[in-house]
């Protein structure tokens, strides 16, 4: 009888165990046309942006609830939403978003959905947002710039330099739409407001415009300093251009 009652004893506690220490539950992580078909599905949902009030003033998806995520009124604020309701969250680039993820998850939200890469990688991927006083030609980061870069894997990259006070930036802007068609399609031309992106000019070591840069699958391939001739251009760009 002993016997019986301690093993029966054991079962008991490693199927206690077993219990108490599953696999946590997760998010669902999407990336930004996952997001963006999953939240159409739905008719009911919340869409969380859990950055600051400024960077959500500046530009955010339409329809998004802002709550930051490191203010002091977040766990308050999170409690009172629907539980019921799936959940999709993000913020600039993915950070804030998964640790706010887990906090809902935490508090009892079942259908939690977390953007890929956020808003910078959303932008890049070229999906909608609703802007206040944000210029995609002013104010760019060089993650949103790096972004823009990686998400035009199948093209050759020029991020373009330029001012309205450029001269030489207005001769070459007006051949930009007939070199690319030259290049089939596969050159994608990113244009850098210079006098509005003091942060970005600097991290990109430019010293005047115009500047021009190519990248071929994410990496610096080669720099001009100056008036670059549109047959200059076309024979450095050929090269590089997919078959």
């Not at 019986?4 to 008991?12: H, T």
């Not at 949902?45 to 609830?65: N, Q, S, W």
């Not at 309205?164 to 690319?180: G, H, N």
Request: contains cysteine; charged residues 20%.
């Amino acid at each position: 009888m002993v016997r019986i009652y301690r093993c029966g004893f054991l079962f008991l506690m490693v199927a206690l165990f077993s219990c108490g220490t599953g696999v946590a539950q997760k998010s669902v992580s999407l990336g930004p046309q996952e997001f963006e078909k999953k939240i159409a599905s739905e008719g009911e949902r919340i869409l969380l942006d859990v950055r600051t009030p400024g960077e959500f003033g500046e530009r955010h998806l339409a329809g998004a609830l802002n709550i930051d995520y490191n203010g002091s009124d977040f766990d308050s604020r999170i409690g009172n939403l629907d539980k019921t309701q799936s959940v999709y969250v993000y913020c600039l680039s993915g950070g804030r978003s998964a640790a706010a993820a887990q906090t809902l998850l935490d508090i009892g939200f079942t259908k939690v959905y977390e953007m890929q890469g956020g808003i910078s990688r959303w932008i890049a991927e070229n999906h909608p947002v609703e802007v206040g006083n944000f210029n995609p030609n002013k104010g760019m980061t060089l993650q949103i710039l790096k972004l823009m870069i990686q998400a035009a894997k199948d093209s050759v990259v020029l991020v373009d330099f330029n001012a309205t006070w450029c001269a030489p930036c207005k001769k070459m802007k007006a051949f930009m739409p007939s070199l690319i068609a030259d290049c089939g399609g596969k050159l994608k031309v990113i244009y850098v407001d210079y006098d509005g992106n003091p942060q970005l000019v600097s991290s990109m070591k430019i010293a005047s415009v115009p500047a021009l840069i190519l990248f071929q699958n994410g990496g610096e391939t080669k720099r001009y300093s100056g008036f670059v001739a549109q047959d200059e251009l076309k024979s450095a760009i050929s090269p590089l251009l997919k078959p």
